[in-house]
């Protein structure tokens, strides 16, 4: 079973416009990651936030927590078209150090 | 080398064959992980090395599938006995044995059963 759940399952915007992704996680984390994946092969990290940090930025993303929710947003801002990817969430436990991924959001950006 | 090596990219097999796929992490790392992706899909998590601990075989679907990581470093994936439900894209992960770390992955490999 998953951990994390992705939502929306697929997304698609404009050039220039900002893409918002949603995590949901069920048990207690030590940190959240985000990934993409282009193509369906290799994932790249994107961010990592810790369970006691609330929001973090990289570039044009913005990542934010809520340990109480159990629940993380992924804000891309001015979309390229060159973003177009799948996005993953993932989530390592207290206990130790597996990820567990969600489904992903695939997002589209058009030009 | 620099980043985490996956053999083959591609392989197509008949069903029944037993199959190997192979993953060289990055040096130093002590943790790695496989995952299975079908089509679209997400991340099925399949086996989990720890260092020098004994593995998280949990996500292992069937009896048919076995891993093993020599020496702390290179890992073998093998499917036995292969069927057509076994055909996704196999991924290899790998970083260091720390609580706050990010995970390295391969290119994959796109296993088809015909």
């Known amino acids: 079973s998953q951990q994390g759940e992705e939502d929306p399952q697929a997304l698609s915007i404009q050039e220039g416009e900002n893409a918002t992704m949603n995590c949901s996680y069920k048990t207690s984390i030590n940190n959240l990651q985000w990934y993409r994946q282009n193509s369906g092969r290799g994932l790249v990290h994107l961010i990592l936030i810790r369970s006691n940090e609330r929001e973090k930025h990289s570039g044009r993303l913005r990542v934010t927590l809520d340990t109480s929710k159990k629940s993380s947003s992924l804000l891309i801002t001015a979309s390229r078209a060159a973003d177009t990817a799948s996005y993953f969430c993932?989530?390592?436990?207290?206990?130790?150090?597996?990820?567990?991924f969600g489904g992903g959001t695939r997002l589209m950006v058009k030009p | 080398g620099a980043g985490v090596s996956q053999s083959p990219s591609n392989k197509v097999t008949e069903k029944g064959k037993d199959v190997e796929l192979r993953c060289d992490p990055i040096?130093?790392?002590?943790?790695l992980y496989w995952y299975r992706q079908s089509l679209g899909q997400g991340l099925e998590f399949l086996i989990y090395?720890?260092?020098?601990?004994?593995?998280?075989k949990s996500g292992l679907p069937s009896d048919r599938f076995s891993a093993e990581r020599t020496g702390g470093s290179v890992s073998t994936l093998t499917i036995q006995r292969t069927q057509q439900e076994d055909s996704a894209v196999y991924l290899c992960?790998?970083?260091?044995?720390?609580?706050?770390?990010?995970?390295?992955f391969g290119q994959g490999t796109r296993l088809t059963v015909v």
């Open positions: 090395f720890q260092g020098n601990s004994a593995p998280d």
């Open positions: 992960a790998s970083s260091f044995l720390q609580r706050n770390t990010e995970a390295f």
């Open positions: 993932a989530t390592a436990p207290n206990a130790g150090n597996m990820l567990t």
């Open positions: 040096s130093g790392h002590t943790a």
